[in-house]
């Protein structure tokens, strides 16, 4: 799988805010290979969030072409997208974005009750989700009743139980103290290493992004730096040190 | 998503909002009832005048003798023995029209068996009147033109007569007294049930006209009926009957083409008719009246829908960022709405059905509750709930993925 995964050239977008106009993305190109773990820096305008929901296909640039795994993003239809973003994107959010009256393995099943997947196979594979991130016992609890780092740990487990291509991370650890961070990043880092996932993570705390393989950053716009992770942060455990 | 999994997701969306789904569901409910009640009264009323009318026979005229004029007064309709025998054979042989006539008179009278007596309305007729009112001799026989030739002393009993003068026994074959004269009980007549004005008509003994001109009402009156009964050949022929018989009249009484009827005609079925139409006209009235709590009842639920799609943007965000398409959206609000309305017009059907029974013990009135009323309230219901619900499940579906999901 050395092949691209992501395949962006010069993508604009351009918002109508009242009556200015906004370029939030002013011509960026990103390729990124399948497998990659790439942390997104920049701060808070700098059009990081506006290319995660292109990448996410929850939007489309207004100029450019977005190739995920070979497909022109920019011809698909609003469902045609809705239906990539099911079989290849996973989403992982800051504020988590579980439905609070769902059980936690009922919200892993979301993404499948839409394609159509039956119950029993839905449930198997929810309960898989969860067990590869070591919830296997909290599969029937509310979100409520879960810590904000098991709370992520369920949105990880939706974000994978249809195997996807892609997995888009929006400051999956804005939310939660460092150690939690430090457990959330190293089931990131797994899945990259044993899953060969492609891993997208948006961060404004270059610890987090040490755990990338390499980091792009934004400004204005525009794509200001891209280099590998020098001092990667590896994993913790041996079981889990990377190969 | 499959419908299965989609009303299932609903199911668990109303229940989360047990109260507000309870009071939304209300508004069908009172308006279900109401549409119910209303059709199953107004129904009522109309099955019962359709009883009516078919217990005083069908196309019927009734030609009323009377107005004369003697001495500078004149007397009403009824007032004057005006109409013959011989006016109403006439009336039976000589026109295309008609079909058969009956010459009657009424009058009334204690009738005794035993030890038990009755006052009772007595009825002179011909043996055509029973054919012609479609009124069955359930025992025995009719009388005969024989016996109205010879005018015997036969007569036939309605229903009410007989169970108060005979009971159990079967009155055909025995002698009654009627104003002291002996007759012989040669039918008893099937249930008619009430009048259009309220009169029991079983309340009646039937006896030949020209019995009760000879032996019951003196001499004075001999040669003169009551009322002449008359049966057009067809629906769409009363009309024409109606000209005929008063033409045919006005030259049998030699009336000039000024002067004033000695009679007159009156149509019984357009009257009926006309009774018909009007408590048409107020069940339509009614039922429309309760449609627009219906109606209500649909605003509600577009109401609550609309309010639950804003409170859910956030869920709606993150459903479209799994990979809900616009229908899988759409169908989920849009079940959602239709199983308030079903449920509602479920819960209405059932209260309205119970209003209407309680209604008819209550009020003593008819009501029915016919099953095309309850499957176009069913029906109803669920048009209700997709046409309110379509609106706020459009919101829904139509919403930006990534507004939705920033959505506080």
């Known amino acids: ?243 | 998503m499959n419908l299965y999994s989609a009303g299932k997701v609903a199911f668990r969306s109303l229940r989360a909002n047990k109260m507000r789904s309870i009071l939304t569901m209300l508004g069908m409910i009172i308006g279900v009832a109401a549409v119910i009640i209303m059709v199953a009264i107004g129904e009522g009323a109309n099955q019962r005048i359709s009883a009516q009318i078919a217990s005083v026979g069908s196309n019927l005229l009734l030609v009323l003798p009377g107005s004369t004029t003697s001495g500078g007064l004149r007397s009403g309709f009824g007032g004057a023995p005006t109409l013959t025998m011989a006016d109403a054979r006439a009336i039976g042989k000589e026109l295309s029209s008609v079909r058969a006539a009956s010459p009657t008179m009424r009058s009334s009278g204690p009738v005794v068996y035993g030890n038990q007596n009755w006052s009772t309305i007595l009825q002179g007729a011909a043996p055509e009147f029973l054919e012609m009112r479609e009124w069955n001799v359930v025992s025995g026989r009719n009388f005969t033109a024989q016996e109205t030739e010879a005018a015997s002393k036969v007569c036939l009993l309605g229903q009410t007569v007989s169970d108060y003068l005979f009971g159990t026994e079967d009155p055909v074959g025995k002698i009654v007294r009627i104003k002291r004269s002996p007759f012989t009980v040669v039918g008893v007549l099937d249930r008619k049930g009430q009048s259009p004005q309220g009169q029991d008509q079983d309340d009646v003994v039937v006896l030949p006209i020209t019995t009760m001109q000879k032996k019951l009402s003196g001499s004075a009156r001999a040669g003169s009926v009551g009322v002449i009964m008359v049966q057009a050949v067809d629906s769409d022929r009363v009309k024409e009957a109606e000209g005929q018989v008063v033409e045919l009249l006005r030259q049998r009484h030699r009336i000039g083409a000024g002067g004033t009827d000695d009679f007159s005609v009156r149509n019984l079925s357009e009257m009926l008719a006309l009774a018909e139409s009007s408590t048409r006209i107020m069940s339509l009235l009614l039922g429309g009246i309760a449609s627009v709590s219906l109606l209500v009842g649909g605003i509600g639920i577009m109401n609550i829908m609309l309010v639950s799609v804003t409170e859910r943007t956030r869920e709606i965000g993150i459903r479209m960022a799994v990979g809900a398409r616009e229908r899988d959206i759409l169908s989920q609000f849009l079940i959602e709405a239709v199983i308030l309305a079903l449920t509602g017009g479920a819960v209405g059907i059932l209260l309205g059905a119970g209003g209407a029974v309680l209604t008819s013990q209550l009020a003593g009135w008819t009501t029915v509750i016919s099953p095309a009323a309850v499957v176009l309230a069913f029906g109803f219901s669920a048009a209700v709930g997709v046409f309110f619900g379509f609106y706020p499940a459009r919101k829904a579906s139509r919403m930006d993925p990534i507004e939705a999901l920033r959505y506080e």
């Open chain 1, 1 to 243: 799988m050395g092949v691209a995964a992501i395949e962006a050239t010069g993508l604009v977008k351009t918002y109508r805010l009242g009556d200015v106009l906004v370029e939030a993305l002013k011509g960026v190109d990103l390729s990124i290979r399948a497998g990659e773990f790439l942390a997104v820096m920049g701060p808070s305008g700098s059009g990081k969030s506006t290319l995660m929901n292109i990448l996410g296909c929850l939007d489309r640039p207004t100029s450019g072409t977005y190739r995920l795994d070979g497909n022109e993003v920019g011809d698909l239809s609003r469902d045609g997208r809705a239906i990539l973003r099911r079989s290849r994107i996973g989403f992982v959010f800051q504020g988590f974005n579980l439905l609070s009256r769902l059980s936690a393995s009922e919200n892993v099943e979301l993404p499948m009750i839409y394609d159509g997947t039956p119950a029993s196979a839905r449930r198997e594979r929810a309960e898989g989700a969860l067990s590869s991130v070591g919830l296997a016992d909290r599969a029937h609890h509310l979100p409520s009743q879960l810590s904000g780092g098991q709370q992520q740990r369920v949105a990880i487990a939706r974000a994978i139980v249809n195997t996807p291509a892609l997995i888009l991370a929006d400051e999956p650890t804005g939310n939660l103290d460092s150690v939690t961070s430090e457990e959330i990043m190293g089931i990131f880092q797994r899945l990259n290493d044993e899953r060969g996932i492609t891993l997208v993570l948006v961060t404004h705390e270059p610890d987090i992004a040490r755990f990338a393989k390499r980091v792009i950053r934004f400004l204005d716009g525009r794509m200001v730096e891209d280099r590998p992770v020098a001092d990667r942060h590896l994993p913790s455990t041996p079981r889990e040190t990377a190969g």
